[in-house]
């Protein structure tokens, strides 16, 4: 199925945040794909393009232990 699809728009952070990111698994999973995130406070934002560009584990260790690891600079 193609989905014409260009932005996606989240509102509001916080703690609202957790629930986006099992909702956009949810969508690669249907492979419905989007082109730009738009409307997110800056660091949930910065955290869900991390997760897009194939850092799940990642996102899923900050948010269950609360800890965020640093990375090296690559």
């Known amino acids: 199925m193609n ?3 260009e932005n996606l728009v ?5 703690i609202k945040g957790i629930g986006y990111v099992g909702a956009l698994e949810y969508l690669e999973t249907v492979k419905i794909y989007y082109q730009a995130l738009k409307g997110l406070e800056i660091c949930l934002q910065e955290k ?3 997760l897009i560009s194939g850092f799940k584990r990642e996102i899923n260790n900050i948010w269950q232990t ?3 690891r640093i990375l090296p600079n690559i």
């Open 10 to 14: 989240f509102e509001g952070g916080g």
């Open 66 to 68: 609360g800890r965020e």
């Open 48 to 50: 869900l393009q991390l």
């Open 3 to 5: 989905y014409p699809f």
